[in-house]
């Protein structure tokens, strides 16, 4: 499996787990991987920016796959590290989007978003709001509702997300007009 | 004694949801059909703990209103959360059973969570708006997991009771 990091610049790049896990094939889609964004061997973990300072409080810069040696991959893509073209932001929706069209089915969802919030306890979390499409709703149940709940709370809990996580559902139109 | 039932707290909390006939959904119904919707599962469990504790023949005995309120809502939570890890914490992986808590233990413990969460901002958070979608889906989840909790073995629910109220 191919690891997904989050990385910041300077001296250390990463803290804690990769946010996912795949495999190569689907990182190459999902993060638009190609063969020269490799940055690194196996061996030399890559860093970015002044890696004499600690830049993490700029956040995350760059996505890095780790491709390990025993993962099975074509020729031209030797085990390393490769780094994505796709913003962490952006990275970050594509795994939510990923991990919820597996439960709810990609033809039912237009978009998925998410901003930094607080739990009721005070924990860091994410408020994930998936865009529906205008005929979605009727086709998803209340066990796949309860299903994707389950899944964005193992997904950000995989990442090191402390905190409980809200899953919302709208579709574009309710988004846009009011209610009372 | 006539317990609350939480067939009837969904049954409250779909018709909430319902768009209305004329104009737009008003977020006070909205909100409404989410915090009732955590809590016909909440009183789901409430009424397993306290049958569990008092005893079901004893619904109209101060012990049975007593071992009713004992459950605090973030203790129910801290045990779903408990089993919603890919790893048991050491404290409870002695009454872990073989094969595990079982499918549908595990999707009322990921409703709960859910629910208590969305129940929280529905009642607390006043930036918080609930679309009449959000609203129909999270009451049809919470009417699976209310499934789910009644599809849990027996012995299964027992555990889960002890767990929550003993340790």
Known sequence: MADIWPVYEGREPTRGGPWASMSLNDAIELFELQPKDRVADYIHTPRFGSSDRDLSILGFKHIVVEVPPNEERPPDWPAGFYRSPVSPTDAFNRILRATLSAVLGEANLVRVEHVASTDSRGRNTFKVTVILGPTARPRISGDLSLAAAGRIQKALSKMGVEGSPILQYATEDELIHDDQ | ?167
């Open chain 2, 1 to 167: 004694m006539t317990l609350l039932n939480p067939d009837h707290l969904i049954e409250q909390a779909e018709q909430l949801a319902r768009p209305p006939a004329n104009g737009a959904p008003r977020q006070a119904d909205l909100r409404r059909a989410v915090s009732t919707t955590y809590y016909a599962l909440f009183h789901a469990i409430l009424v397993d703990v306290a049958d569990q504790l008092a005893g079901r023949a004893r619904r109209n005995s101060v012990e049975y209103s007593l071992a009713y309120r004992s459950v605090p809502h973030r203790q129910l939570a801290n045990l779903c959360e408990e089993l919603s890890k890919t790893t048991l914490g050491a404290k409870y992986r002695p009454f872990e059973p073989n094969g595990g808590f079982g499918a549908d233990l595990l999707a009322v413990a990921s409703a709960l969570i859910d629910l208590q969460e969305k129940r929280h901002s529905a009642d607390y958070d006043p930036l918080y708006r609930v679309t009449a979608s959000d609203a129909s889906l999270t009451v049809q989840a919470g009417r699976a997991a209310l499934n789910h909790w009644r599809s849990v073995p027996r012995n299964r629910r027992r555990l889960f009771v002890l767990i929550l109220t003993l340790l």
